[in-house]
């Protein structure tokens, strides 16, 4: 049973345009969320977290918004750069980021010059 | 400041054997997680150690095991390998929030 899930494998946009990656959960116990950017040959490198009590939280080019009612968060690359591509990873964790983490599968995210 | 590191980068073995994967830790980091990354899945949490204690673990079965030493370095071991075993194992270290990721063992079982 896959409590968190990232239902589209892939991602393909036009560099300077908005990348938008989405993430649902199960768990209502999940109270931290995290994303991971994977590039090959490398382990997760952390991105941007939200705790629960914030719907949106901002870091330079990425902004993570969670709706909570609906179970779901998304990650949004403005711009997007042909740099940003590699495997993106949702993954939340229940009371503080550094327990134990539950990971989607991963969206690849292609960014054309 | 020295990241996370782990040894060997890759491994194959054979259904059965036994397997020792290697992590060390950044500097001053004093919690150990330990994933395992399947093709084409997320990683899965295998299980956490905090001071040389194991501090949490996921539905792995007990011939997955681990050591935290009192430098915070880590060991995986797996016995009886299984086919099923083979993935990325990833380990990371975290003191704080955030947790910080190695590059990766990858264990291709025959």
């Known amino acids: 049973d896959q409590q968190v899930k990232q239902n589209s494998p892939s991602l393909s946009v036009q560099e300077g345009r908005i990348s938008i990656l989405n993430c649902d959960y199960t768990n209502s116990m999940f109270d931290y969320f995290l994303w991971y950017k994977k590039y090959p040959a490398e382990g997760p490198t952390f991105l941007i977290s939200i705790s629960s009590i914030k719907d949106k939280n901002e870091d330079g080019r990425f902004t993570v918004f969670l709706n909570k009612s609906a179970k779901h968060l998304s990650l949004h690359i403005v711009p997007s750069q042909p740099g940003d591509s590699a495997v993106y990873f949702c993954a939340a964790s229940v009371q503080r980021a550094n327990s134990k983490l539950t990971f989607g599968k991963g969206i690849t995210l292609s960014v054309r010059p | 400041e020295t990241g996370v590191t782990q040894s060997p980068t890759h491994l194959i073995k054979t259904r059965g054997q036994q397997v020792t994967l290697r992590c060390s830790s950044q500097?001053?980091?004093?919690?150990v997680s330990w994933y395992q990354q399947a093709l084409g899945q997320g990683p899965q949490f295998i299980f956490q150690y905090y001071r040389e204690e194991e501090n949490g673990r996921g539905n792995f079965p007990p011939r997955f095991s681990g050591l935290q030493f009192p430098n915070y370095s880590s060991e995986l071991n797996v016995n009886a390998l299984e086919l099923d075993d083979s993935a990325l194992y990833l380990c990371a270290s975290s003191q704080g929030d955030e947790q910080f990721f190695g590059p990766g063992t990858r264990l291709t079982v025959l």
């Open positions: 500097s001053g980091h004093n919690t």
